[in-house]
């Protein structure tokens, strides 16, 4: 392992690196709380990890509580349009953290990248959206000797895998860190709600009120979107293939129609659905002109953009090259944010610090508790357990200086008998 | 069972009730195209029901939809405050159903009438709050020889039922209709959120807005209220035992505080947490002058009544009697609504027919399934299947006239698999 | 005026009337702070007040205050509907105060009553719509001999009185309260918006959640009622005639269309304009099947009932009277809520206490204000005197605990001068 | 003024420029209506015109219409640190118009600015915070013998005009276009507030969430920025020093305290006074640790900066510059956005365009009007004309393809009668 050496961009941004580097863990309490223990306890003592994830301040100061715990990580981008150079040359430069990661990296270079990581034979993976794993058991299979465990960031990630654990093909065990109620509830929908729109306003700069806003989905995710999109005054309109999902909607206060009723009259429209083509060539005809599209999903492969290339007589980019501008044949002009990626990290800054301290925290304790409960997992997808949720969650209130109600003996009693009448 | 005849208080409400049975009918757009249904297809023919439910004009269709169905109908109040003497009247002489109910009904009498709808030796129990099956499981266990299955609706009742079906003490198998979505996540929090605030205002005619206003609980029912409360203006604080709950609740933008904390600024304080004691003699001593109390939970012991008279130097109904006025005897002045019973039924008219509608709805299909697969189940607590759920939601939007999204062939297949990458 | 005599319907409703007016006095903490002062300067002595008003508990705490402030009162409906007979037996029975109305009253005894709280040759009137003063301009103009001064609660009534004094018809100067900032910014926003809602409830037990909600007119009232309805869960739509408050509402989040384009989709509308004929038989053919109808505005003319009945094969009234439906000839159902006047009034019990707290001290002030400035005042219409508002607005928030900052000496220099540069 | 020559910073950002500057007009349809008008009618041929605005993308469209209306325009920056070079670079380049403005330029830079643009020897001023009219007034009167008239944006601005036209030192009319409705109320509360919330997100990358928002004034600034706040989920607090908008605040849902109360549970605060010393000496030792500080009024004296420097024992930029970090000499540590200038512009790209259309199209045609009018007007403060409003907004809705109600004569007729009845 000594002779793997990190690929970044430019080692000289360290020092701006740091700098946002610390802002960020100033806004991660719950973190700065494990940091402290794992400092001590050592709870990853000479475990090799290799983590594929978002490149950015908050993500940095995961790995610098990984590498307290005892760990030795080696980090690559699971979004080569996510990844932050600074963020890199300071996990390099002031943390001694192997980093795979180049802003913009094309397609080979991301493969190179998730191999680099890989090549320090881990014990542990730890995903957003499955790619180690993927690579492991496609490209990579003699690393499933070593390999214990993993964890898992995204429902995107968590649907793959539990597809695989289903056909008997996953070949270590994970935790779907997804399913902890203090991600979820709490990244899904509080930071992709804010950073979604916080991207769309920085790279058009567009009033949102009186806007008729589309929000494709609502799951967590979508409900944080619209949430954030009414708050700002827009008209959100909602679309959903899940019936019950789609009732919730109506009756949060949404009007819920199909695609192809809301594309004409759409000011924005974001896809947040884990599925694909979720714009494709039978709205492209039937969108307003000026419709400005985003993606908040996962993968970029919600919006189909070949099509819209297809039906483009010429396209040029704006408001400095993360807008693309499409001339459709017929004179309608259409705007796509950061090449269907994204949004919240192609033009802003990903989720807020705030919540990925709780989606952070769930990572580094599902690493602790799969380096110690290793051996009596089988080879599945499990769920975070419910006492690091709690755990959790009473470490950020009380970052918060919220203090809470505590159950009386006699109210646990009362919960744990069913003898009482009216 | 020829013998049997209902107890009711006054057979010459019929035609007002029959006005406001149909009334709310016309806001059951699934339980009608269940009713269609039920009269061709008899799914209930010849079973005998035992149904324990708030004696309301939503019940009264769900009881037409069930005798449609084939069955033999008893129904009893699971709440004799809720109860609608007017409703009682038209379900023995428009729809011919035995009643066992009289508004206001003294502890004796809610027994004796719960044992009146025991008498036909039901086939199926219908429960809110458990009543039937605690009865049938401690005073009338002979009855278990007939009954195959069973329902129950709201989460106090669920808690019940698994704590006995832990315990191995459940004599047959029962769906917990509150674990369907299009339940708890419409009737608790559109239906109870809307309709406690409706109870509250009727009962004080105060303005909300500007007021300080606790919801003690943030379960799917203080979710409502909270949101409710939010939506006509309160400064709303949200009290919890859960930290997760207590997160979520702060995040979405609520003051999160101890009881203890909340109670010298509280104007209102409304409890629905399914435990007891949520006010009591810790806070009454803290209680700001004037503040009005109301419980929305299932039952009426999680405000300590006996602890506040105990603190009192005398009482008086006002406003017409919905309300008690305790006079401390330190000076201050305390509001109790209903008496602690559940608000929206003791102060206004319940949940609205259109969300009880879906649980009504998941009530006539799961005794249809219960009626169906009773031999291939075990005597425990099981979920509403999910079609049952999706199938609800869908003619609920059909009725509503909207149309949504379906997955094309291609994101299914998508969806299905997990070898695609970024 | 020995003779003078009251016409109310049974006094033996006096204390329930009592008992319903103490409970609003407990949310009139102004009109409290007034009673206190008055009782001592007595600055009505000797005066004689015909009052023509919503005959409401916060309305007899309104007469209690003048009263104690030394003048002789007389009052009268400014509507049949609102009437509450209990309170018009306490008024008469408790507080010794002249009363002239019944619940329910026809178009003839409606002005007799009038006529009868005019017979006392006020000096000062005191006007909900403006009603005594039409009478005493066109049937009794011998009474402008001895009156001083009148002041008007309500936006229509100040539209009628300022196109008087534009006319040179207006006989006496008039404090226009609603003017005041603490007047139409909290009783027609915040009492309006929750009483309305409150009404329709009331009046339907529907869910709001989910619906479309049509509201005609986006004044100060129609503000208030979107944004209540908005904060139930309702898909809200504004219809309005001034593009300024068009635009405003789009910007606010709401749909924004003509009443043609609405009446397909509206679940309920409400009118709030000061306009008539808003619904009419242009919109009856679009309207959907089972469209709820109510009026909040202060005459029940905005809605075309004639149209609509010319339309109907039948009708027939539902819930207990207070709902008229139509059969249309086409086999649409109509609902309207009491036949069309002010909903809150007719379905509820008007605005809540809190609110009429400030708008009634802007009445007991302004008379106050009326009786010892009127002969420096012209024929004409006065807004209210700022000093009176903050007045109010202080006692106001004083009485719910609340402190503000005061500016400083150098703020407040700062504020005067224009010579600083950036 | 063949040898006036424009001072920027870098004529080679001009394509950068022109391709912001068409974004936003892609927004302004108001002002490209006024801008085709403009052309064929030339309501400003051969006027010269000193305008002191911030020079952002919107700006530059204001400039092309005043151009295309037959102006002569020169253009300073009425905030150095709003200043956008690439914008200054167009201008020059693309659209020939004079422009005295640099990013960043220091106080003597700024009035050398100022004093650039008045040497073209106005017929007409346009200001932001009245900068061009005070230095008229006092360093260059010779130059009142050639202005006509003028028009001014802020609320700020227009204060210190009105105590100038008090004082009887006005030298010239003023169309005070902050009175418009089409302006405060959209630009002053849509525009600032989502601007101010995007100003701070992208200094700060922080989640709103669940954080502690002061909101220092409840203008229609303070509005915007309450309003926002609350829909991305923070607890809003406001101060006030005027009892009424306190009340107002407290009844839209917000807690209202002194800044001494909220200091020290503040996560953030914004001021929005138009007043000094918001938060000074007084309130520094009670400010929270970690507090973050904004403002968002006109002027950058809001807040007491050297009271916070002389509390500090160091500080240091983080997040790249954009923000100061204070150490107080306990310990605590402050941070300051943009150095106290309005954040939206510091921090962000100032209001967005769509609300900058109808503020500037009222730009334009008080600028028409003025021309016009010029000679009928007092040396005074006018408000924009009622006619101007309701044509801006009109054009607004059309823009957006929304159509409203239109009065039937029935209608005018009523509301212009006084005779009839309820």
Known sequence: MATITSDITDHGLASKGLDRIEWAFREMPVLQQILTRF???????????????????????????????????????????????????????DFGILVFARHGADRDQYYRHINGALDIAPHLTMDDGA??????????????????????ETTTGVVRLRQ??????????????????????FDNRYGTGQSTLDGIIRATNVLIAGKTFVCAGYG???????????GLG????????????????TLDGFNVMTMEAAAPIADFIVTLTGDCNIIDKRHIPLLKNGCIIANSGHFDNEIDIPA????????????GGIMREFSLKDGR???????????????????????????????????????????????????????????????????????????????IAYLGSWQHGT
Not at 234 to 249: C, D, F, K, Q
Request: include cysteine; charge should be negative.
């Open 131 to 152: 790619d180690t794993v993927t690579v492991v058991h496609t490209e990579r299979k003699n690393l499933l000797d070593t390999i214990i465990g993993g964890t898992e």
């Open 308 to 319: 819209i290339m297809g039906a483009s007589s010429s396209e040029r980019t704006v408001r």
């Open 234 to 249: 827009a008209h959100v309109i909602v679309t959903e293939v899940n019936p019950v999902r789609a009732l919730e909607a």
């Open 39 to 93: 400092e001590k306890e050592k709870p990853l003592k000479d475990l090799r990890m290799a983590c594929c994830l978002h490149v950015t301040t908050e993500t940095a100061n995961l790995m610098r509580v990984l590498k307290a715990g005892g760990a030795h990580v080696a980090v690559c981008a699971s979004n080569p349009l996510s990844t932050q150079d600074d963020v890199c040359a300071s996990l390099v430069e």
């Open 220 to 230: 967590w995710c979508g409900k944080g979107v619209a949430s954030r999109a009414k």
């Open 333 to 411: 002009l259409l705007y796509l944010i950061g090449d269907g990626r994204l949004v919240n990290l192609a033009a802003a800054e990903g989720h807020p610090a705030a919540v990925m301290d709780m989606s952070f925290a769930n990572q580094a304790m599902c690493s602790e508790y799969m380096a110690r409960e290793y051996k009596n997992l089988e080879k599945t997808v499990y769920s975070v357990p419910e006492t690091i949720d709690a755990e959790i969650a009473a470490m950020k209130l009380k970052s918060m200086g919220i203090a809470i109600d505590v159950l009386t003996p006699e109210q």
């Open 164 to 185: 695989m654990a289903a056909e008997g093909a996953l070949g270590y065990p994970i935790v779907a860190v997804n399913d902890a109620l203090t991600k979820h509830l």
